[in-house]
Nanobody
Framework: VQLQASGGGLVQAGDSLRLSCAAS????????MGWFRQAPGKEREFVAA????????YYAASVKGRFTISRDNAKNMVYQQMNSLKPEDTAVYYC??????????????????WGQGTQVTVSS
């Protein structure tokens, strides 16, 4: 599975962005999908995940209520709507795919494939 993240940019605090992750190579309908982020000098951290069916979603406490993950298996796409952005949301955002159901969605070890990342910068 090849993943291509896009939609990042430079915005002001309080603005919104929608990230997209386009998958190719095989259908992602059997994969859990996740978004992670990495700020300079920090470890990669979990942001959000969605089960293969889309019936379950998971969020880091820092983004819950502001970010929404969704997927369109017919289009092989995953999205992350980010509202009320804060300067601390500044990071490179990565989408990831992990085969099968269950597991620890907030662990990088859950995922087999990673995209190249898209930069999100939020100014105060």
């Amino acid at each position: 599975v090849q993943l291509q993240a896009s939609g990042g940019g430079l915005v002001q605090a309080g603005d919104s962005l929608r990230l997209s992750c386009a998958a190719s190579g095989r259908t992602i309908s059997s994969y859990a999908m996740g978004w992670f982020r990495q700020a300079p000098g920090k470890e990669r951290e979990f942001v959000a995940a969605i089960s293969w069916s889309g019936s379950s979603t998971y969020y880091a406490a820092s983004v819950k209520g502001r970010f929404t993950i969704s997927r369109d298996n017919a289009k092989n796409m995953v999205y992350q709507q980010m509202n009320s952005l804060k300067p601390e949301d500044t990071a490179v955002y990565y989408c990831a795919a992990g085969y099968g159901p269950g597991g620890n969605y907030n662990s990088t070890n859950r995922y087999n494939y990673w995209g190249q990342g898209t930069q999100v910068t939020v100014s105060s």
